[in-house]
């Protein structure tokens, strides 16, 4: 199986900082990629796909890069809604796996 | 509106069975590959099965095979999980997701999730 690892696994942040979080694959895994933002009792929602692409209706605050395997999902510009846990997840073979989130929370 | 309707979770003794349910509904279902995804308590998602559109293929977590099986029904825009022979490591939030119409393995919508709990 792939492992995805991340760091930190946790960050203290204030609004209006440039925050980025990086994500590694234990194999090369190309450009597939994805990023997921949860916050406390909700549902995963869909950020970065294909390690860059923003997901429809995602604020342009949010970008994703990299490839092969290292990644990094950058938000340019942090605001409250942003606080929350960010995971990784590898969609190049089954099974499918997620690194162990990094937490964004309010300096 | 894309919705994911999970039910049939609750609280189940080791060894036992339970059935998980997903209506979907807001978009062409059999379209799609669909997913269970699920998150133990404080602890990271963990996928756990998909299945083809047409549900000639379908895909395991090695932990879960051999107890749990992923079907669909099509005709009633439904995802279904049975889960055997249940162990305390399965108490997870259950959730029943949609892939990426052009990314079998991503997902974009998701349902709020169904709660297992596995104690005596």
């Known amino acids: 199986d792939i492992q995805m690892t991340q760091s930190p696994s946790s960050l203290s942040a204030s609004v209006g900082d440039r925050v980025s979080i990086t994500c590694r694959a234990s194999q090369s895994i190309s450009s597939y990629l994805n990023w997921y933002q949860q916050k406390p009792g909700k549902a995963p929602q869909l950020l970065i796909y294909a390690a860059s692409s923003l997901q429809s209706g995602v604020p342009s605050r949010f970008s994703g890069g990299g490839s092969g395997t290292d990644f990094t999902l950058t938000i340019s510009s942090l605001q409250p809604e942003d606080f929350a846990i960010y995971y990784c997840q590898q969609s190049y073979t089954t099974p499918v796996t997620f690194g162990p989130g990094t937490k964004v929370d309010i300096k | 509106e894309v919705q994911l309707v999970e039910s049939g979770g609750g609280l189940v003794q080791p060894g036992g069975s339970l059935r998980l349910s997903c209506a979907a509904s807001?978009?062409?279902?059999?379209?799609?590959?669909m997913s269970w995804v699920r998150q133990a308590p404080g602890k990271a998602l963990e996928w756990v099965a998909n299945?083809?559109?047409?549900?000639?293929?379908?895909y395991y977590v090695d932990s879960v095979k051999g107890r749990f099986t992923i079907s669909r029904d099509n005709a009633k825009n439904s995802l279904y999980l049975q889960m055997n022979s249940l162990r305390a490591e399965d108490t997870a939030v259950y959730y029943c997701?949609?892939?990426?119409?052009?990314?079998?393995?991503?997902?974009?919508?998701w349902g709020q999730g169904t709660h297992v709990t596995v104690s005596s």
């Open positions: 997701v949609r892939a990426l119409r052009f990314s079998w393995l991503s997902s974009d919508y």
């Open positions: 807001g978009f062409t279902f059999s379209g799609y590959w």
């Open positions: 299945m083809k559109q047409d549900g000639s293929q379908r």
